[in-house]
């Protein structure tokens, strides 16, 4: 795993670890926890046209950047737990989706996004 | 940023370009598809104990790894659109977590979980 | 409770009852389903423009209805738990908010949406 | 569409068209609100056990019913915006869930919870 991705890992083992909340974070409770982080960023979002997303206020990116953070880290810690390799895991699954969507066919047309 | 994100980074900002699809990737837009990727990372979990959420069989755990791997693709996508440094954030918010928890305060009452 | 709700809140039981699946309806896990069920919706909306979100084609419609049947089956679900009326906690939050956001007051303006 | 239902539904069209808000209620963003909410119902339960979510203490199981009003609200919205009876939606899966599962046939065994 990444080294960056590797020292977060062990720090919020630490963190855990030294709060005693190790105990309440099953992957169960962790992937409600990381859902609910993901619900926040949906929130700053939701009433904001896709134009006036792309192009947030300071304050407003501080927020994103905050919440963004949240679903990383509860996103690694998930992952610890179950012992699997972020990186490595989202390599595999950016291959899949190479094969499945091959350039050539689905550019232009881009029928995932417009079979509605 | 980590040198493997940073790749995963530009791999999947070249996946989405060659596909013509970056017209699609609003953070709005990935906002709703991250907490749907997230969402069945929960679909994984609903029905089962905690006890059983970190004993999962290999078939299972396969299939939670490419959930996990999901959401990290929407993650790094939805920080790249906003020209967001995914480990920063997170070493940022982690700091904040240290001094809003302090391990002498709240090990064993762990009142942030227990207030209920 | 409507009388209506009241008659799918009692079928419900009697699906979970004749079952046996009441074992695994605590609100906990049924919060989960229903979370779940939501992100199924928004999967439906994600690379949708908000004017295509409101022109569906019948089979995306019948598709969409079928995701806004499963959320208030659960929705009825973790409410019947709690011993909550889904009604009346409505009606009291409608009220709430009538006087959180007088009409002549954030009329126009409608900050709560626009202060981004 | 139940009696009770229909009410709510009037009520919040008048609360949003009072407020000019109408303009922010397309199904894609009324989709985003509703699992916003859904989630704040999550993070209620995420840190408790399952026995622990079905015995709430009387301040958190009003604000579990805040959360479930919420999610009734936006429901009854995304619903009138679609023109969906969400009733009869309702009693057309549960019809549908009845043959997919027969009684005889998961009772005892209850697979779909526990193939895991």
Do not use: C
């Not at 309440?24 to 960023?41: D, V, Y």
Request: glycine share 2%.
């Amino acid at each position: 795993m990444s080294g960056d991705i590797e020292q977060l890992k062990l720090r919020l083992r630490e963190f855990a670890a030294v709060r005693d909340w190790d105990q309440f974070h099953s992957p169960k409770n962790l992937s409600m926890a990381l859902i609910a982080e993901a619900a926040e960023l949906v929130e700053h979002f939701q009433w904001l046209t896709e134009a006036q997303s792309t192009d947030l206020k300071p304050d407003k990116l501080a927020e994103v950047e905050a919440e963004l953070a949240d679903i990383f880290i509860y996103l690694i810690r998930t992952a610890d737990k179950l012992d699997i390799d972020l990186v490595a895991a989202a390599k595999k699954k950016i291959e899949h989706n190479e094969q499945k969507y091959p350039a050539e066919q689905v550019r232009g047309s881009a029928k995932k996004y417009t079979e509605y």
